[in-house]
């Protein structure tokens, strides 16, 4: 019975979601009290169960999120990420265009969020595309498909950064570990993919044809950009690996902590791409207060998951079917990667198909000592797969390359597909080295 329980409940969540359009945070609250009532929960128990699940999820990853938001929208604002992608561009040159975009897509989609990379990144792309006459989508889409990599495997991005505090990670590791899978997902994806794409038909707007010159701005010098962009990865990968040479001393601790890592990383950028380029502490503190406003319903959904899986928790019924899932001839990785990918298949969002995932089998994690740096990558990789009409992306980049629905789907779902099957691939034979 509780089986159906949660089965019932799960699909409650999707037609809140899908056919009620209902907001994801008010939805996963509603749900977790209709499943804390149908699972023997007492009523009374229920908020205390809601609060500690919103807490203990949050509590470690606000300021991740909040101060990582922060980073992205100066590295964008102050045009850091223009400069990057103008640096490889030139470094390249025009042979490989499509490459220097890739990198360029990779290296901006590591400190920025999803959506204000995608909207950064295709006037770039246009502006190419126009200027040497090249395919719109074989351009564009491995740029794209980099930017959803980082999304889904890479801390600090939300989805991976709660799941590493879900399941009790290693930041750094998982760090290192999703670049191992990230890039070989990424050349499938995108260069090797993209090469059946040379003859789809596109007609991108012709106002994307000035979008890029029409920025005057100055730009920050090239090692500035680089390095005020890629300085939580470079943190986290050496302070990971210092542990792991003079173990954890409390000062390594301290300067591999996550938010403290970002913390760092913030102030830093607030002197190399704002005050050093001539903006004002006001004008900073507005960028950052928008950055906030950027990632609150960010914050509030993978809250709401918390408050969901806090129930399943105490309600005893996630035991139960980690109890059952042992008798499936199934690796946990695999399960996990299953879950989460039926689950973006039915709701559309990434964010919320890995953390629902993540409430149900992190106890059978626990039970079957699955890694969990490991655990984070397959069920990100799962959350990323079939990107189709319920998802926000998918209208996207049919929109802004104006092709058909069909065409889309060709291009885009394939490419997600790609990526979340490759990315299994990859945790998988980690695992088996690990």
């Known amino acids: 019975m509780s089986f159906l329980i949660v089965f019932a409940c799960l699909l409650l969540l999707i037609l809140l979601l899908t056919w009620g359009k209902l907001n994801a945070f008010i939805a996963f609250m509603l749900v977790s009290v209709v499943a804390g009532l149908l699972l023997g929960i007492p009523p009374e128990k229920i908020p205390g169960s809601l609060q500690k699940g919103i807490g203990d999820t949050i509590g470690g990853l606000l300021a991740i999120i909040v101060l990582g938001a922060m980073l992205g929208k100066l590295v964008a604002e102050s045009g850091a990420a223009r400069e990057i992608a103008n640096s490889l561009m030139q470094l390249f040159g025009e042979k490989y265009l499509q490459w220097a975009l890739l990198i360029a897509g990779f290296i901006i989609g590591i400190p920025l969020f999803y959506g204000v990379g995608f909207v950064l990144m295709v006037p770039l792309i246009f502006s190419v595309v126009y ?24 801390p600090p991005h939300p989805s991976p950064a709660a799941l590493v505090t879900q399941f009790h990670a290693n930041m750094g590791l998982t760090l290192l570990y999703g670049l191992l899978v990230a890039i070989p997902a990424l050349m499938l994806a995108g260069p090797v993919f993209s090469r059946f794409l040379r003859k789809m038909p ?23 950009s680089f390095l005020t962009a890629l300085l939580p990865v470079i943190l986290l990968m050496v302070t990971t690996a210092c542990t792991h040479i003079l173990g954890a001393t409390p000062w390594l601790t301290l300067a591999g902590d996550a938010p403290m890592v970002m913390l760092f990383c913030v102030i830093v950028a607030t002197f190399t791409l704002g005050l050093a380029q001539g903006r004002d502490m006001k004008q900073l503190m507005l ?16 809250a709401g998951a918390g408050a969901l899986k806090q129930v399943l928790a105490d309600s005893g019924v996630s035991n139960e079917i980690a109890a059952a899932m042992q008798t499936w001839q199934v690796p946990v990785l695999v399960l996990g990667w299953l ?64 092709l058909s629905i069909k065409n889309t789907l060709l291009s885009w779902s394939v490419m997600e597909t790609i990526v979340g099957t490759a990315g299994l691939t990859g945790v998988l034979l980690l695992n088996a080295f690990i």
Not at 131 to 154: D, M
Not at 202 to 224: H, I, K, T, W
């Open 287 to 302: 960028i950052y207060g928008d950055a906030v406003k950027d990632v609150a319903m960010i914050v509030l959904i993978i």
């Open 131 to 154: 200027q040497y006459k090249l395919p719109a989508v074989y351009i564009g889409l491995p740029t794209l498909a980099a930017l959803s990599i980082t999304h889904g495997f890479l």
């Open 339 to 402: 879950m989460a990918a039926l689950i973006r298949a039915c709701v559309g969002s990434a964010t919320i198909a890995g953390l629902t995932a993540a409430g149900m089998i992190a106890p059978l994690m626990v039970q079957a000592g699955t890694n969990p740096n490991l655990m984070v990558l397959s069920i990100g990789a799962g959350s990323l797969m079939f990107s189709h009409v319920n998802d926000a992306g998918f209208w996207m980049f049919k929109e802004y390359f104006n």
């Open 202 to 224: 596109s007609a991108p707007n012709p106002m994307f044809r000035q979008a890029d010159n029409s920025n005057s701005q100055v730009l920050p010098g090239r090692c500035n």
